[in-house]
């Protein structure tokens, strides 16, 4: 049974976001990335975040009810497509972050900008990175406890990977995280079946 609540909870703000979870094979990868970094550099930020994924939108809070409402049309008429990593990717600025590149495809970008204007009608304090004119499609390996004294090394250690491969994306999910917390799965939504009428019936 899903608890549905928007705004304050325990105290704290209510992040919800709208991210897609990897493949076994590539979360296997990337987790082995977050662990090296924890033992080697001591970096483990990332791992309040879970589980390895992308990220579509992130909102200060919003009315799961509603969203989890237009997700599920928005699944119904989505069939599963593939998206490509593209190597290692760096955020420069007063907050750096290390990341793995996906190749921004028109269908990527469409999508995603339903996925914010959906969830936007619902939310408030909408990032503003992902607002569809400046949003990066993007997998992060290292955010906020990453700086000058150690993304030299981290770049060193990330120098012999490729990270290329194309990923089959079946499934959007939304995420719940609550300050100090980490972030928990509220609701996976799978996209359509074209060999299943039923999955597509709204």
């Known amino acids: 049974m899903i608890k549905f609540h928007k705004g304050h909870h325990n105290g704290g703000i209510n992040i919800n976001g709208i991210i897609t979870k990897l493949p076994d094979f590539f979360q296997e990868q990337v987790t082995k990335v977050w ?19 992308l990220t579509w939108v992130i909102a200060k809070e919003s009315d799961e009810a509603l969203v989890d409402e237009k997700l599920n049309i928005i699944r119904k008429k989505t069939f599963p497509f593939v998206l490509s990593t593209n190597g290692i990717g760096i ?7 290390v990341y793995i590149q996906i190749k921004p495809s028109i269908q990527i ?3 995603q900008k339903e996925l914010y204007d959906t969830f936007s009608n619902h939310s408030d304090g909408l990032k503003k990175f992902y607002v569809p ?5 993007h997998i992060s390996l290292a ?8 993304i030299g090394k981290v770049a060193e250690y990330l120098l012999p990977t490729t990270f290329k491969h194309d990923l089959r994306i079946e ?6 995280k ?3 917390q ?3 799965l509220v609701r996976d939504y799978w996209f359509a079946n074209e060999n299943d009428p039923a999955s597509m019936k709204i």
């Open 35 to 53: 662990n090296d970094f924890h033992q080697l550099f001591g970096i483990s930020r990332i791992k309040t975040t879970s589980f390895p994924h």
């Open 182 to 184: 980490n972030m928990e």
């Open 91 to 97: 955020f420069t600025g007063k907050r750096p972050a």
């Open 109 to 111: 970008l469409e999508f």
């Open 143 to 150: 955010i906020e406890d990453i700086d000058l004294s150690n």
């Open 178 to 180: 609550e300050k100090g």
């Open 133 to 137: 004119e400046r949003w990066i499609p």
């Open 171 to 176: 499934t959007i999910s939304l995420v719940r």
